[in-house]
């Protein structure tokens, strides 16, 4: 019996080059690449900080061949492998893994409080930085042909990590940190990936890329509701934390609730279809209540209100009545805002005509059911 080979769609160096080009600082041509990895370092720095993204313009065909495991290309490739027992430098790697590592730890070290927040102290979460930086190093370490162990570049972390007790300047003990991290991947944990890689479901893809960005996010949020600053309308600058603390405690949030729950009120009562014709007639689609504002008069007025005012507003606000050459500009403003109003008001006379008959009848069914 034959054994049925199952055919996988080949990548299309122009997909890749459209996806790079229209969401190439996401990583999404990378995703479509299968570089999850790469996508997810991508999307974490903004395309390498916008440096890689246009530097791969000339890597992408590298990509594709690779992707669809090119004859030629994998042959090049075991050749590499057989001329060098391990991945050989590669200053553009390297650098990558500095920058991402660096990127990586300092977003764990901003997203920790700097005070304590509801009476606990959070700064032993700085021991998780040696951590942050570590997995960027071996996240791009881990991108294409070659891969390596979290173990050295961990290790090599945390032991220069306790530099910052004796360097006192961040930037200095920080960069330390890194370098070491990155050298001890590139020398001790770096090795080729010899083992074909698993293909995962799509979703399943989606689903790990998912909760990664959810914990990367999470770093933003931290530092961003606990170190993040506001200035108040009086120039005083107020921690984002305390902001909030005192929005849900002010009037404004207090009556955006009370109408929140009188609007659902309304709904259980009335239907949240009748809550829907409410909103879109507050938001006064075809100018109906601008023009009885304009007029001075109400939903209630009939056409011949609406006509009789109309002219009397036009006679009294008629430019050639303005002598004055500095005031007839508004006037003939305010006589073109009259004529637009009742317009807006003869053109929906149909629509008004059947609103009120049926408010007329809505209101006798009511007083005939409250009889019975």
């Known amino acids: 019996m034959s054994a049925k080979v199952e055919s996988v769609p080949s990548k299309s160096v122009i997909w890749a080059y459209v996806f790079w080009l229209f969401g190439g600082i996401f990583g999404v041509h990378h995703f479509y690449l299968r570089r999850d990895r790469h996508a997810f370092v991508w999307w974490t720095t903004l395309g390498g900080f916008g440096v890689g993204w246009f530097g791969e313009i000339f890597r992408i065909p590298r990509y594709v061949r690779d992707a669809n495991e090119d004859p030629k290309y994998m042959l090049e490739l075991v050749m590499r492998m057989s001329q060098n027992r391990k991945p050989p430098f590669s200053m553009n790697r390297f650098t990558g893994m500095l920058m991402v590592g660096y990127s990586w730890g300092q977003m764990m070290l901003y997203a920790v409080p700097p005070d304590e927040i509801w009476g606990i102290n959070f700064r032993y979460l700085n021991y998780l930085i040696p951590l942050a930086a570590a997995l960027g190093v071996w996240t791009v370490g881990n991108i294409g042909r070659e891969q390596g162990g979290l173990k050295w570049p961990l290790v090599a972390a945390y032991v220069t990590y306790f530099t910052r007790y004796y360097i006192y300047d961040e930037t200095i003990w920080f960069t330390l940190m890194v370098l070491a991290s990155a050298l001890a991947f590139d020398s001790f944990s770096k090795e080729w990936r010899t083992k074909k890689p698993v293909k995962r479901h799509f979703v399943k893809r989606i689903a790990v890329l998912a909760v990664c960005a959810c914990l990367y996010l999470s770093l933003w949020v931290s530092y961003l509701y606990f170190q993040g600053i506001i200035t108040d309308s009086e120039g005083n600058e107020v921690p984002i934390y305390e902001a909030f603390e005192h929005f849900f405690s002010s009037p404004w949030w207090l009556d955006a609730k009370q109408c929140l729950y009188d609007t659902y009120q309304y709904a259980q009562h009335h239907g949240w279809y009748e809550v829907w014709k409410q909103i879109i007639d507050l938001s006064d689609p075809h100018g109906e209540q ?24 036009s006679r009294e606000n008629h430019p050639d009545k303005v002598k004055d050459e500095s005031q007839r500009r508004a006037a003939q403003e305010r006589f073109m805002e009259i004529q637009q109003a009742y317009e807006i008001l003869s053109n929906s006379k149909h629509r008004r005509n059947r609103r009120n008959k049926k408010d007329n009848t809505d209101k006798g069914e009511r007083q005939r059911h409250d009889e019975m």
């Open 290 to 313: 601008n023009a009885y504002k304009v007029l001075g008069l109400g939903p209630e007025s009939s056409q011949q209100e609406i006509t009789s005012t109309w002219r009397r507003l």
